[in-house]
């Protein structure tokens, strides 16, 4: 578990199962992430969350606000996509519900699973990766000190060929010398 001054970032329990549902169904938080997600659907993400601590220590983690143990979101760090320019690299993730944006969770919660990753990670860089679009998560990488990569943007094997959001841009942040 990681604590900052007002989050925790903990691993998954059943009762998140609920709110990260209706998460899903938001059509805010959708807009860039694909279709609205069927319980089903949003079970499955957790189950594989949950799964990916087990085997690796970490995973986009469950985001709890510690002023009254709501769930905000997710943020954390995983292997990036298969299939994908960051495949074989540390990637960096979050995904708060609409009510939450706009107070600084996402950039608090980043920075702290940053914090954790050089500490606890082999790794000498933290990528992250968002369909063209998405200019808020665009900013905050770029508030994070992430410089986008050009190079290695991509059309994302994982989202329908016909769809807006399949181009995707791709951001680094460099372990501090």
């Known amino acids: 578990m990681i604590e900052t001054a007002r989050l925790l970032l903990r691993p998954w329990r059943d009762v998140d199962r609920e709110p990260m549902h209706r998460m899903g169904r938001d059509p805010k938080v959708m807009e860039f992430l694909g279709p609205l997600q069927s319980r089903a659907q949003s079970d499955m993400f957790i189950d594989r969350m949950i799964a990916l601590q087990e085997q690796n220590g970490h995973c986009f983690w469950a985001l709890e606000r510690q002023q009254d143990s709501a769930l905000l979101g997710l943020c954390g760090l995983k292997h990036g996509p298969p299939d994908t320019p960051i495949a074989t690299c540390v990637e960096i993730g979050w995904r708060l519900r609409s009510d939450a944006w706009g107070a600084g969770y996402a950039r ?70």
Do not use: Q
Request: hydrophobic share 45%; proline share 9%.
């Open 108 to 177: 608090e919660a980043a920075e702290a699973s940053i914090a954790w990753g050089w500490a606890n990670l082999a790794c000498d860089a933290i990528h992250a990766i968002t369909t063209v679009a998405n200019v808020r998560s665009r900013g905050l990488m770029e508030r994070l000190g992430m410089k986008r990569l050009p190079d290695m943007d991509f059309d994302h094997p994982a989202v329908p060929a016909d769809s807006p959001l399949r181009p995707h841009v791709t951001y680094v942040l460099e372990y501090p010398a």
